[in-house]
């Protein structure tokens, strides 16, 4: 782990498009985050997220499943070897930024404390996919009155870490389902930011060792 002087060296891992690791990648350029994104991990070769990367001159992996899964390999192996490609970055943190595969303890146990999931709902509610419609679908039944997304660190059951921070996002009685989504991913994308800012404050600190 670097010095808690210099800034933080900040792994993303991604699926898809990539507008909360955007956020982090604006956060760091304006200096906002006393960090710096130093790789982007992808397990889908068309992740857009990947292109934003390239962009900012930040390196890129891409690390599929799928010949894995074909030549008769476990998700230890592919996590394993997961767990290898992201420490050949020397990160302080591992940020799951919209990451669409479940982690296996053999990855989660080799960052311990320093590997944290953004999740589009509030603790203990709609863990796993779909959180965002499913939360939607619960409002319209009456059974929330808003919603919310966490950052909480990763832990082998699904969305159940413990929590970093959180934010409220409410519904309003108007909105439809794309009201509430782009709603919520900007406050995801704030969220995120500051919840890398805490664990940064956080970190800062603990006693020298």
């Known amino acids: 782990m670097s010095d808690t002087t210099?800034?933080?060296?900040?792994?993303v891992l991604i699926s898809g498009n990539g507008t909360n690791l955007q956020a982090l990648l604006d956060a760091c350029?304006?200096?906002?985050?006393?960090?710096?994104?130093?790789?982007?991990v992808s397990n889908r070769r068309d992740a857009y997220g990947l292109v934003r990367a390239q962009q900012a001159g930040v390196p890129t992996a891409y690390h599929p499943l799928k010949p894995y899964t074909d030549s008769g390999r476990t998700r230890e192996?592919?996590?394993?070897?997961?767990?290898?490609?992201?420490?050949?970055?020397?990160?302080?943190?591992?940020?799951?930024?919209?990451?669409m595969q479940v982690l296996t303890p053999v990855f989660i146990s080799r960052f311990a404390d320093r590997l944290i999931n953004?999740?589009?709902a509030l603790p203990g509610?709609?863990?796993?996919?779909h959180a965002i419609e499913r939360a939607f679908t619960a409002f319209q039944q009456g059974e929330i009155e808003s919603s919310g997304a966490m950052v909480h660190f990763v832990v082998p059951a699904v969305d159940a870490g413990p929590v970093l921070d959180q934010i409220v996002v409410?519904?309003?009685?108007?909105?439809?389902?794309?009201?509430?989504?782009?709603?919520?991913?900007?406050?995801e994308r704030i969220l995120l930011v500051r919840a890398v800012q805490k664990w940064l404050t956080e970190r800062a600190s603990l006693p020298a060792v």
């Open 118 to 120: 953004l999740h589009p």
């Open 77 to 99: 192996d592919y996590d394993e070897d997961l767990a290898a490609i992201v420490s050949g970055f020397q990160p302080d943190l591992i940020v799951c930024a919209g990451w």
């Open 6 to 11: 210099s800034p933080a060296r900040l792994v």
């Open 29 to 40: 350029q304006d200096v906002s985050l006393a960090a710096q994104v130093v790789a982007v």
């Open 170 to 187: 409410p519904i309003l009685p108007h909105d439809q389902l794309d009201d509430f989504e782009e709603r919520m991913h900007v406050h």
């Open 125 to 129: 509610l709609f863990p796993g996919t």
